[in-house]
């Protein structure tokens, strides 16, 4: 599994090898599935890039739930 990490010195977080990190908002879904004792790699991405990563997510979210939307309808 990969997680996308937002290395902001403004943002509170987790040391991950010595550095300050935080799970991008994007990919909390998927950090909830983790099983306990369950594995992950991060990588860093700027703030401009998990913000971009978030509002696709929520495209994709809204995307969805029209297209659910205009097939009950």
Partial sequence: MDAWVSMDEDEPGE???GRLAQVADA???LLAQLAPGGRLRFRQVSLDEAMALSLAGERAIHD???GLAAHDG
């Fill in 15 to 17: 040391l991950v090898d």
């Fill in 27 to 29: 990919d909390l879904p």
């Fill in 64 to 66: 969805l739930a029209v």
